[in-house]
Structure formats: C-alpha cells, structure tokens
C-alpha cells in the first residue's frame, strides 16, 4: 500500500491486513497508549511463542518451530521497530484495481472489522497455510478473472 502511493501500479495485493477505512482492533488501540509489547524481550519472547501462537492459529509443531525460527532471527531492537510500526501505522487510502484476501479466523486482525476483502478460511498465517488457494486467487486477478 505504501509503494503504490509513490509508484503508480494496475493491481495491488494485500493480505491479511487492513485497509484505510477498516477498523484498527481495540487491543492495537491499548498499544499505541500502553506499550506492554516492549516487555516480550530477548529469550522471554522466544518462550512464550508457544503460549500465544496458538491464538492466531498456529497449532501445529511444525509451524510452531517455522515462527520460533522466524522471531529468532531477527534482534530485539528490529522486533520493537517492527511492533511499533504496525501499532502506529495508518493505512494510506487505496485507488484502483485491488485484491484483498483475509483470513476468517485472523485474530490479529479480525475478519469482521475488514471491508471489501475476499475472506477465505484461514487465520493471519494464511499464506503460509492455505498457500495454494492464496496463490490460485491471486494467480485468477493478476490474469484479469
């Protein structure tokens, strides 16, 4: 969304996200004024991965240890940057051709607060999950269906 407020594009794709006009879920709201997300530092965020994966849908082992791998990677400082973006961001208005595939089941951003979005079975790791449905939707809007 941020690229194509400077680039001009024919489609855009967004995936479980919001929209400008899609309403931010209260317990983002609390962040922005009560960063309890700073406290999740070092190993202590590693930890308890397992605690809160399973509430965006992340259930299975193999996937546990895919995001374990994933929040490892990356340092701390990195980590509250990226948070912080995300709590303050406002989402730019969007003009033209877009597909917006969002999950039923996404907790982080809740299905019923997203507007003109093709809501498909899945949670916020859909892609990962259902990647080849997300691939055959947006494969059938990038050829025009």
């Known amino acids: 969304q941020e690229l194509a407020q400077i680039l001009p594009v024919e489609k855009l794709i967004l995936l479980s996200t919001l929209k400008k006009g899609d309403r931010v879920p209260f317990m983002l709201q609390v962040a922005r004024y009560i960063p309890l997300y ?3 530092r070092g190993e202590w965020r590693l930890k308890m991965l397992p605690y809160w994966a399973p509430r965006f849908g992340i ?3 193999g996937e546990q240890q895919l995001l374990h791998a994933m929040f490892a990677s990356f340092d701390d400082a990195f980590r509250m940057w990226a948070v912080a973006s995300i709590i303050q961001w406002e989402p730019p208005t969007i003009s033209g051709r877009f597909l917006h595939l969002h999950g039923s089941e996404d907790h982080l951003f809740p299905a019923s607060h997203i507007r003109k979005a093709e809501i498909m079975k899945g949670n916020h790791f859909m892609v990962y999950q259902e990647a080849g449905e997300v691939s055959r939707r947006i494969t ?6």
């Open 38 to 40: 700073q406290m999740a």
């Open 59 to 61: 259930t299975d082992p």
């Open 140 to 145: 059938q809007f990038l050829e025009g269906m």
